[in-house]
């Protein structure tokens, strides 16, 4: 199974993240937001360090939908200056048809299975984690948020759903191309 995370590296969380990992024996792909990784590269550095692996997330958060695909193609290729690899995962799960099919021609576009919810203080954290016990999978790519506005929620989430991941005796592993 592969745990995903979305919007870094941040250095209030991404760290984090990156220790509980370790200590849990998991690796994970972490989709980077180029402005993040050239404000803290040596975090975005550690990440390949320990095994993990990245991918595209725009250079600045840029919702497809929102954006024309003119401008967001340029984002996705100015992030890809500071970010390696071939994975993109476009920001909120919005992209057009138009956009996919051009982004497709250099990246292997890569969505979610089971989505954690961190992001959401309207969805219990007792009821993440029921869910997850229920329904995550082998195969399944789960994503989560390694940025400030989720960190409080995936503190309480994250260590939960590794002990989920061990009782199913399923091995997270960085998603390769």
């Known amino acids: 199974m592969y745990i995903t995370f979305d919007d870094g590296p941040s250095p209030e969380v991404t760290s984090w993240v990156l220790d509980l990992l370790k200590k849990n024996g998991a690796h994970a ?7 993040n990784v050239k404000r803290y590269p040596e975090i975005y550095q ?15 958060h840029e919702k497809g939908s929102q954006t024309n695909t003119k401008e967001y193609l340029s984002s996705i290729d100015e992030a890809s ?5 071939t994975l993109f995962r476009p920001p909120y799960g919005r992209i ?10 250099k990246f292997k576009l890569i969505m979610w299975t089971w989505l954690s919810h961190d992001y959401d203080s309207s969805v219990p954290v007792d009821r993440i984690i029921q869910n997850a016990k229920k329904g995550v999978c082998s195969g399944d790519i789960v994503v989560f948020h390694d940025n400030v506005k989720s960190f409080e929620r995936l503190q309480q989430i994250l260590p939960e759903f590794l002990k989920v991941l061990e009782e199913k005796k399923l091995k997270s592993l960085p998603i390769e191309v």
Do not use: P
Not at 81 to 85: A, K, V
Not at 98 to 105: D, E, N, T, Y
């Open 46 to 60: 550690r990440i390949l360090l320990e095994g993990h692996s990245v991918g595209n997330h725009t250079m600045r």
């Open 29 to 35: 792909t972490f989709f980077c937001v180029g402005a």
């Open 96 to 105: 057009t048809w138009k956009q996919a099919s051009f982004v497709k021609r």
């Open 81 to 85: 200056d500071y970010i390696s690899g």
